[in-house]
């Protein structure tokens, strides 16, 4: 009998063992958090996991992707190296992205959360959906500028992808859907919603806003949230703020897809959620203070195309005082959980 | 430890049922084969210049009297729907074929499946439905790493032709033509519909039908817009041109004959 108990317990070691995730590669993850997040309060999210289902497999098979500089076409550059965890997944310090050979880009390194509520992707919409995300940086040359099939089959050519691939889907065949799927696994399920504001509103944690929080609450929702929309702090509309065009990159933003005279000059209005740490500001990077951001809304602002009704031309002329107040608010929306979740950190550190 | 112990056995005993086929259980008789009551039809795409065969890299004249040679010759055929005698329909399930000229293979579409039956017309359409559009990552002839797919606008490339011609104005001399949109006024999806006349596709046991098209380029240099290359050269998004070169290629797909 005791043969068989310690049979027993070798079986058990083996059953954990092959469940559990090889420790080179990332340690243990709490797989009960890996679930689909709706807080409550929240609109239903535009892409739910139903056609691709949440697996810790998966997520660590897109975690290691998100990370992997293969996906570039010299080796050089990964989604990490822009999208940095500890800027809430945007690209720190950089008005506009560069990527390989050292290419300027365009536009800058927005963060990245929540992404499953969003209709549209890119400052522009371009994109129409989270699976096919990837695909856009992969294949840009300015960026990545590698094409899909030589990332597949460096892919197919790493032992430790097939491993992954083989763990998340049974067969070490990579090819574009699964490898697109796991990014979206793992990029999904970055979810913000764990800031001092977002206590403040659950009545969690006996937090309490400051009196200049409070003000500054009371301010952006008179003049900021009809854009910047509680709880994503986006509506996801393409809205010109009234910035001036950059006379060198000439960005038409939502019009360089639609074609529509109507749509020049409007961007993808962004979630302030996490803006403390997003910074540079605007599509193209071109504040790098949040105060410099409250100057833009308080001065006048020329009367440019499309801009949106709602911006006063003569500005809001915020005092001093509002400004600071304003400020306090938005960086109740830090959300620390989430910068610090060592989930979404690159595994190879 | 006895109460752990105690469920050994219970334990084992599920180990083995899901793992290993129990042996005791007798090999299942071979279920009798029913007669078939379907077969397949084969849908061959020929292309041609006029009424000479493509050939790739090979000269040919367009209507404006442009010389020029083809590289790249690729378009989605979708929705396949074949209609009986009776007017009833098969629809193609997951119905999405990319013909690529150079893939020979690629160039009959097998629809396996039909039932036994007189067939009388065939319809389908050339490129993508906007869902398919907007659904993410696919597989098969939808994967998104077919050379048919935009990324920084993302969309379905539908139809694609690139070559050169001494004529064209692109500083290469090259001819690059990527048509896609999938959806408003500017949809570049185009709907063929063929009746077999007097010779139906008669699926049975003993026949199973091949449909020959033809597929002429030179339809896409004209009719409504004849295509001048000196300017015409290059077209990579969506809109209003990419809409002008879709009505030109309306009718470049024709039916030519069934073979039973």
Redesign the interface.
Known sequence: ?NR??NI?FL?GVLIFASCKVDPKIIEPLPADNLVEVIPDGWPQPKYTFS??TISEDKFVLGRALFYEEMLSVDNTISCGSCHQDFAAFSHSEHKVSHGIYDRQGTRNAPGIFNLTWHPLF?HDG???????QP??P???TLEMGAD??PV?AKLQASSKYQNLFKKAYGSDTV???KL??AM?VFMGLMYSYNSKFDYYKRNENNVELSDAELRGYSLFTAKCSGCHTEPLFSDFAFRSNGLTVDPFYQDSGRA??T?LPTDRYKFKTPSLRNIAKTAPYMHDGRYTTLNECLDHYTNAIPNLTNLDPSIPTNGFQFSAQNKQDIIAFLNTLTDYKFLGDKRFANPNF | MKNIIKYIPLFLLLTTVSCKKDKKDPEPEPEPTPAATTNTIKILFEHTVDTNELVLNQNYVNPNLDTFKVSTLKYYISNIVITKNDNTTFVEPESYHLIDVSNLSSTTISIPNLPFASYKSLSFTLGVDSTRNCSGAQTGDLAQNKGMFWNWSTGYIMFKLEGTSPQSGASNKSLTYHIGGFGGVNKVQRNFIFNFASTPANVSASVSPVIHMSVDVNEFFKNPTTINVATQHTQMSTGATAKMFADNYADMISFEHVHN
Do not use: C, P, Y
């Open positions: 009998m068989i108990a027993f079986l056609v691709n890119m371009g994109i129409n959906h989270i699976e096919v695909l856009g992969i294949t840009n899909i099939n597949i090819n574009s859907q697109l799927r979206t360089h897809i074609g």
